[in-house]
């Protein structure tokens, strides 16, 4: 069978003005059987159809920025990080082609964010500022989540709880529209969210493709993303 096509937005380094990603998503797609197809974050949303024509899902990965607050109706935060509105341009140019086309998604950090806005949600602007007694989400500390049995997520972890490493300072606040929130931090931080109607739309707050060499539950989420888009890939056929 011919192997399904991911579009994954790239990132546009103002110091060096290279375009990249990083390496870690690139290897768990090819991993799980997909071709990463590389999105420059430098197109504009005309650009960005051309290659929703040719993709067979999407995978929204994490970024050291924030969104911007105007787009759920806030004020800025005096914590709030820095801003790159190209970045999300291009995330909600690929979320607008996934609704349309009914392609499966996966949001991954800032991915998880840019879906949960898209569909209407907001953000907490800053979890140590903003939630009570936080736990750390900077990445130097493992820590557990509770997972909703009935949720996608529950199924592939086949257990009720399971151990991340998040590394972000915003989180959802309020999910949006047929979206649910599956997965919570013990702070009550949420660390995931799927579709709430049964499409394959998952955006967790953890890093599965920094673990899914070990880690059974980020194998399962790639090797779901690449199952899902290659039901859709209008090139299968047997070689």
């Known amino acids: ?53 040719r993709i067979d899902g999407v995978l929204l990965p994490g970024s050291p920025t924030d969104i911007d607050p105007a787009r759920y109706g806030a004020e800025p935060h005096p914590m709030m990080g820095r801003v790159y ?11 607008d082609s996934a609704e349309r086309l009914n392609l499966p998604l996966m949001g991954i950090c800032f991915g998880a964010q840019s879906l949960n806005v898209h569909r209407g949600g907001s953000l907490v602007q800053d979890i140590p500022a903003l ?24 199924k592939l972890a086949g257990r009720g709880e399971v151990e991340i490493v998040s590394d972000h300072h915003q989180s959802i606040q309020a999910v949006g529209r047929n979206l649910r929130s599956v997965a919570v931090a013990p702070d009550g931080v949420i660390e995931a969210v799927e579709d709430a109607t049964g499409r394959f739309v998952v955006g967790v707050q953890w890093h599965p493709e920094r673990d899914w060499r070990d880690d059974a539950l980020s194998k399962a989420l ?7 888009a290659q039901k859709r890939n209008p090139r299968a056929r047997p070689v």
């Open 1 to 53: 069978m011919t192997k399904p096509l991911i579009g994954v937005p790239a990132r546009y380094h103002e110091k060096t003005e290279t375009v990249g990603q990083i390496r870690h998503y690139l290897d768990a797609i090819l991993w799980a059987g997909g071709l990463p197809l590389m999105i420059p974050s430098v197109c504009d949303r005309e650009q960005v159809l051309g290659y929703v024509e």
């Open 85 to 95: 509105p190209e970045r999300e341009t291009i995330d909600f140019a690929l979320l």
């Open 131 to 154: 939630v009570s007694n936080p736990i750390e989400h900077n990445g130097s500390v493992r820590h557990v989540v509770r997972v909703a049995a009935d949720s996608l997520v529950g």
């Open 222 to 228: 790639f090797k779901s993303l690449i199952e899902e």
